[in-house]
């Protein structure tokens, strides 16, 4: 292990004081190199498995790491396969079938007799319920929005343009077979414009090149939106925490609210006030927290 450090995203999120811990690591998984950050007390009665998005990174998520350990937990942030520091030898070949997979295992790898939550951020949001539903060991998940890729309203939202959304399945799947593989900027496709209110940061988020400014292969965006969840709503029986963003320019609660309705499980929806879809704006942020720590405090008993 070796200390990791950077500034990209420090500046916009409120500092912790005193610093907390932050060691980084690496996971074999299927000869893949997993980057792992492990934040805060390894020895907390709660663990967190924190999981980005499309466009973020183990370090983008940092910040929020540093806050989620002070409530009593020992935070796990994955670098997913072709981003941050992770270590992949066919980045072309990744699916977002891989993404789950990797994540599942990471859930089993940890496994102990501590409560698990896992939190996800943005794409991570459906990701989080989706490791649940896999391994059945997540004590509760708290997520940031809940994008089903099979509605219409969601593909409009997430793509740059709504028209590009209605053609985007056709073409991929012409374009499946030799060009698979081709990795193009995820902002060709992606509305990387809205993935936070405030326009520096976006500008930060589009010059990480192990994030928001990286690229993505066409037959992952395939598997993502021919993605269905691991299990039905109406099936899913983990406490369920949305604490969406209220100023979410990019994914508004309208299209993340008919799947989390759908949740059989104890379910809370709070929202975040001022926030955008990167939740760096107060009193939003503190709202967050506040509830995470909430959460934590439940399930130490």
Same mark, same amino acid.
């Given at each position: 292990?070796?200390?990791?450090?950077?500034?990209?995203?420090?500046?916009? +999120?409120?500092?912790?004081?005193p610093p907390?811990?932050?060691?980084?690591?690496? &996971?074999? &998984?299927?000869?893949?190199? +997993?980057?792992?950050?492990? /934040?805060?007390?390894?020895?907390?009665?709660?663990?967190?498995?924190?999981?980005?998005?499309?466009?973020?990174?183990?370090?983008?998520?940092?910040?929020?790491?540093?806050?989620?350990?002070?409530?009593?937990?020992?935070?796990?942030?994955?670098?997913?396969?072709?981003?941050?520091?992770?270590? /992949?030898?066919?980045?072309?070949?990744i699916r977002?079938?891989?993404?789950?997979?990797?994540?599942?295992?990471?859930?089993?790898?940890?496994?102990?007799?501590?409560?698990?939550?896992?939190?996800?951020?943005?794409?991570?949001?459906?990701?989080?319920?989706?490791?649940?539903?896999?391994?059945?060991?997540?004590?509760?998940?708290?997520?940031?929005?809940?994008?089903?890729?099979?509605?219409?309203?969601?593909?409009?939202?997430?793509?740059?343009?709504?028209?590009?959304?209605?053609?985007?399945?056709?073409?991929?799947?012409?374009?499946?077979?030799?060009?698979?593989?081709?990795?193009?900027?995820?902002?060709?496709?992606?509305d990387m414009?809205?993935?936070?209110?405030?326009?520096?940061? +976006?500008?930060?988020?589009?010059?990480?090149?192990?994030?928001?400014?990286?690229? +993505?292969?066409?037959?992952?965006?395939?598997?993502?939106?021919?993605?269905?969840?691991?299990?039905?709503?109406?099936?899913?029986?983990?406490?369920?925490?949305?604490?969406?963003?209220?100023?979410?320019?990019?994914?508004?609660?309208?299209?993340?609210?008919?799947?989390?309705?759908?949740?059989?499980?104890?379910?809370?929806?709070?929202?975040?006030?001022?926030?955008?879809?990167?939740? /760096?704006?107060?009193?939003?942020?503190?709202?967050?927290?506040?509830?995470?720590?909430?959460?934590?405090?439940?399930?130490?008993?």
């Open positions: 292990m070796r200390q990791y450090m950077s500034e990209r995203y420090e500046r916009y +999120v409120q500092r912790v004081d907390v811990s932050r060691m980084s690591s690496y &996971w074999n &998984w299927r000869g893949e190199r +997993v980057h792992v950050e492990r /934040v805060g007390d390894p020895n907390a009665p709660v663990r967190i498995i924190l999981i980005h998005g499309a466009g973020g990174n183990a370090n983008a998520l940092w910040p929020f790491a540093a806050h989620l350990s002070l409530a009593g937990a020992h935070v796990s942030v994955p670098d997913l396969l072709g981003y941050g520091q992770t270590v /992949v030898r066919q980045p072309g070949a977002y079938g891989h993404w789950r997979e990797m994540l599942a295992d990471l859930a089993r790898a940890e496994q102990d007799d501590r409560p698990l939550l896992v939190v996800g951020a943005s794409l991570g949001g459906m990701l989080a319920y989706d490791t649940a539903a896999q391994t059945g060991l997540a004590s509760a998940i708290a997520v940031t929005c809940l994008l089903d890729p099979r509605s219409p309203a969601v593909r409009a939202r997430l793509t740059w343009h709504p028209s590009l959304a209605r053609v985007a399945a056709p073409m991929l799947r012409v374009l499946a077979g030799p060009l698979a593989n081709l990795r193009v900027p995820i902002r060709w496709i992606a414009r809205h993935i936070a209110n405030d326009r520096d940061l +976006v500008r930060e988020v589009l010059a990480d090149k192990r994030g928001g400014g990286g690229r +993505v292969s066409l037959g992952w965006m395939r598997s993502y939106l021919q993605s269905r969840p691991v299990q039905e709503p109406e099936l899913f029986t983990t406490p369920t925490y949305l604490l969406h963003p209220e100023d979410d320019r990019w994914t508004p609660l309208t299209i993340s609210a008919p799947f989390f309705s759908r949740i059989a499980a104890v379910k809370s929806l709070v929202m975040l006030e001022g926030s955008g879809h990167f939740p /760096v704006e107060q009193p939003g942020l503190t709202q967050m927290m506040t509830e995470i720590q909430q959460i934590v405090d439940k399930l130490r008993g």
